[in-house]
C-alpha cells in the first residue's frame, strides 16, 4: 500500500470520501470533481486489495483517486471500491497524506442513519471551536450522539495530530442517496465558498445512483472471484 503523487500543492484542505452509509461520501466527492476544475495528481495503491480498475467514458478511474483543484487549493480522496477489512490502513495513509502536505483541515465526508425519511439533518465534529463556530453558520449541527463506522470512523480515532472536521448527513437507505450527498454539497459550498450549485445532483440523483451502484458491484464481484480463486490455490 503507498500513496502516488505526481503533485504536492501547499497547505490545501482536503476532503475524503468513501464508500460507507448511503455512499454519501463517495457521491460526493464524485460531484465535486466533476463540478470543480480538477486534475488527478496521484492515486492510493493497495496491493493486498484485488486489482479492480473501473472504466467510465473510456477512461481509466482509480480505486482511490486523489484529485486537486488550484483555484481553491482543495485535494479530494474518491474512493469507489469497498473498503472492509482496510479501513484502519487507509485512515493511516490519508492521515500521512494530510501530514504530508501539511493540510489547513482535512474533512471527512460520510453518512448517517435517518430516523425520519421527510428529513436529510446534516452535522458536524471538530475539536476546534473556532472552526465549529463556522461550520454552524454553513448550516451543519453540531454531533451530540451518533456511531461513525468504517474509514470515517478510524479518521476520527487517529486525528490526534491533524486539524479534523467530520460531516455527516442523515440517509434512510443503505443504497446510494444522492439527496443525503446533496446535503452535504450545500452546507460545503456554504462553509468554503466553493460556488457549486447541488442542484444538479439531485436532479441527476438516479445517474450518479446506478453509476456509483454498478462500480461498487463490479468491485464486490472482482474480490468475491478473487477470494475463490484463493481458495482454490490453498485446497
Request: with cysteine; hydrophobic share 40%.
Amino acid at each position: 500500500m503507498q500513496i502516488i503523487l505526481k503533485k504536492k500543492p501547499k497547505n490545501p484542505r482536503i476532503i475524503s470520501g468513501f464508500p460507507g452509509f448511503g455512499l454519501v461520501g463517495t457521491i460526493a466527492t464524485e460531484f465535486l470533481i466533476d463540478h470543480l476544475k480538477v486534475e488527478q495528481i496521484g492515486k492510493i495503491t493497495v496491493e493486498e486489495m484485488p486489482a479492480v480498475v473501473a472504466i467510465h467514458n473510456s477512461k481509466i478511474v482509480d480505486p482511490f483517486g486523489i484529485f486537486y483543484d488550484k483555484k481553491y487549493n482543495i485535494v479530494i480522496v474518491h474512493a469507489i471500491v469497498p473498503t472492509q477489512g482496510f479501513e484502519w490502513k487507509l485512515a493511516d495513509f490519508i492521515m500521512e497524506l494530510a501530514t504530508k502536505l501539511q493540510t489547513k483541515e482535512l474533512i471527512s465526508l460520510e453518512g448517517l442513519a435517518g430516523s425520519n425519511p421527510e428529513e436529510f439533518k446534516t452535522f458536524f465534529y471538530t475539536k476546534d471551536k473556532n472552526r465549529a463556530e463556522k461550520v454552524k453558520k454553513a448550516g451543519f449541527e453540531p454531533l451530540k450522539d451518533g456511531i461513525i463506522m468504517g474509514v470515517a470512523g478510524a479518521i476520527l480515532m487517529k486525528s490526534d495530530s491533524v486539524p479534523l472536521t467530520c460531516i455527516f448527513s442523515e440517509t434512510h437507505t443503505n443504497l446510494p442517496d444522492s439527496k443525503a450527498a446533496a446535503k452535504i454539497i450545500e452546507g460545503l459550498d456554504k462553509y468554503l465558498g466553493l460556488k457549486v450549485n447541488y442542484e444538479p445532483l439531485m436532479q441527476q440523483a438516479e445517474t450518479f445512483e446506478k453509476k456509483l451502484q454498478n462500480l461498487l458491484k463490479k468491485g464486490a464481484e472482482a474480490t468475491e472471484l478473487s477470494e475463490k480463486k484463493r481458495m482454490s490455490y490453498v485446497g
